[in-house]
């Protein structure tokens, strides 16, 4: 029997005799989002069946992983390779704490890559046992939408078999993209920068978000050549002004080599590596090119359109609040609705997915105060409202409190490497509109910060709080001055 759904206060009213289906929930990717939403959905007594293309590191149309782009080549191997990368300053640092280590400290990349596939080859069995334990089907094979409740399963030796199903959950995330320059297929993305055979000791990125940025301090760090190309005058888009410019000063300080401005027009193949040509006319070699220029939603192969699911420019299903299709019985979670393409968002999706459809409680998901992070080293995470949103959205002034410091650790060993702190505050109500920073265990500091923000804390309620000392984090207690007070204006920036 098929459950009913409760959503907008009104229960479903089934026909005289109600179709029966195979599942009361199709799920089309196990990724972070769609695991989550069909065992909680299970967990309300749907029966769930769910399908993801067959494991591998590097994905493409017709491979993935149970896991998804996170746990299998995104978030999960990336931090192992910051872990990694740090460890090469993290040494230099600790000559002048005492300890006597010799000149040379070798690197066994191999070993690294190897370490990071045990781990997420472990995950990808963890998130089948999730699946098994909450009893939800898992099926190995390519998803496809062939009507409003039918689902076409491709199985892996090319044969096709249907299942009917009350709701159909799209959940197939995003694959990155390459710029249609030529020679483009010389670059690596992402998914390949996370499995290279060998280590490059010459390295060129495209792009200045977040994968970005994080390659260039992992490879970095590792000890290679690294040249960082973006269009704006400084990375990390959409973030604080003045925390961008930090994480490049901080790029810089590591021995970056940013250019900014400037983009990549051809990539020629040379006995010496890729020979790589700006717009600036300059050329440089480099034994590897990443192209980090952005990700599309991952729809093409579908078939949705077909079945009238409306599709906005980039590829993306447009939904509602509660996450559903212009189809009622199809509904859409994580990067693929390109809303706000966070792995922890997906997974609050997929939770307030299932309350919806099978729990009873119509849950729309809340993005506000959501906390983030860009694992460059050192960190940012940033928490609510930049200064420029604060002044895009304000009624009235607004205070900024800043403290630039340079870190206990760094005072014994000799790194000129500053951490900033910032909070946002509206004048009138004292309400922490936002928090930023940049430095050592920002994102560790940023979660707790962001309940705060949450809760609706305001400055006063920040200022009468005890600080742990000595901490970095007794900062955001400590922020007494006013750095400035901005009249509400609008602002305008070309960065």
Request: charged share 25%; hydrophobic share 40%; aromatic share 6%.
């Amino acid at each position: 029997m098929a459950r009913k759904m409760l959503i907008d206060g009104e229960l479903d009213k089934p026909n005289e005799e109600e179709t029966h289906y195979d599942f009361d929930l199709f799920v089309i990717g196990a990724g972070s989002g769609g695991v989550r939403a069909s065992r909680f959905s299970a967990q309300y007594g749907a029966k769930v069946g769910i399908c993801e293309l067959p494991f591998h590191p590097i994905s493409s149309e017709v491979i993935g992983g149970v896991g998804g782009t996170c746990v299998i080549r995104g978030c999960v191997p990336k931090k192992i390779l910051v872990y990694g990368a740090s460890f090469g300053p993290e040494l230099e640092d600790a000559r002048n704490y005492g300890w006597e280590l010799n000149e040379k400290i070798d690197f066994n990349w191999k070993k690294l890559l190897h370490k990071k596939t045990e781990e997420i080859v472990r995950l990808n069995g963890i998130y089948k046992r999730l699946l098994s334990n909450a009893g939800v089907k898992l099926f190995e094979g390519e998803g496809r939408v062939v009507g409003p409740n039918e689902v076409e399963l491709i199985q892996l030796d090319g044969t096709k078999i249907s299942y009917s199903a009350k709701h159909i959950l799209i959940a197939t995330g995003s694959r990155a993209q390459r710029p249609a320059i030529p020679g483009q297929e010389l670059a690596i993305t992402s998914d390949e920068a996370l499995s290279l055979e060998e280590l490059p000791k010459r390295a060129v990125i495209l792009g200045g978000g977040y994968i970005a940025v994080e390659f260039a301090s992992i490879w970095r760090g590792m000890g290679a050549t690294v040249d960082l190309f973006y269009r704006k005058e400084l990375p990390l888009r959409g973030f604080d002004d003045e925390m961008r410019a930090v994480v490049a000063r901080n790029l810089e300080g590591r021995g970056i080599n940013l250019h900014p401005g400037t983009t990549l027009t051809e990539l020629v193949k040379t006995e010496d590596g890729i020979k790589v040509r700006t717009d600036h006319g300059e050329e440089i070699i480099a034994d590897v090119v990443l192209f980090a220029t952005g990700r599309a939603p991952n729809t093409k192969r579908l078939n949705l359109e077909s079945v009238g699911v409306e599709l906005d420019r980039t590829g993306a299903l447009k939904v509602d609040d509660y996450s559903r299709t212009n189809i009622p019985s199809i509904w859409a979670i994580g990067d693929v609705t390109n809303r706000m393409n966070l792995t922890p968002v997906a997974l609050m999706e997929g939770t307030c997915f299932a309350k919806t459809v099978f729990g009873g409680q119509p849950t729309a998901p809340d993005y506000g105060h959501i906390p983030c992070a860009v694992f460059c080293i050192p960190s940012l995470s940033v928490v609510g409202l930049s200064e420029e949103q604060a002044l895009e959205n304000a009624n009235g002034d607004v205070l900024v409190f800043t403290s630039t410091f340079n870190p206990m650790k760094n005072t014994v060993s000799g790194r000129q490497e500053k951490s900033i702190m910032k909070l946002v505050v509206d004048a009138e109500t004292d309400k922490v509109l936002g928090a930023s920073m940049c430095g050592p265990d920002a994102p560790e500091i940023m979660q707790g910060i962001a309940i705060a923000l949450k809760c609706g804390a305001t400055k006063a309620q920040f200022d009468s709080t005890v600080g742990i000392h000595p901490s970095a984090a007794e900062e955001f207690v400590t922020m007494r001055s006013v750095t400035r007070r901005i009249p509400a204006r609008k602002p305008k920036t070309s960065l």
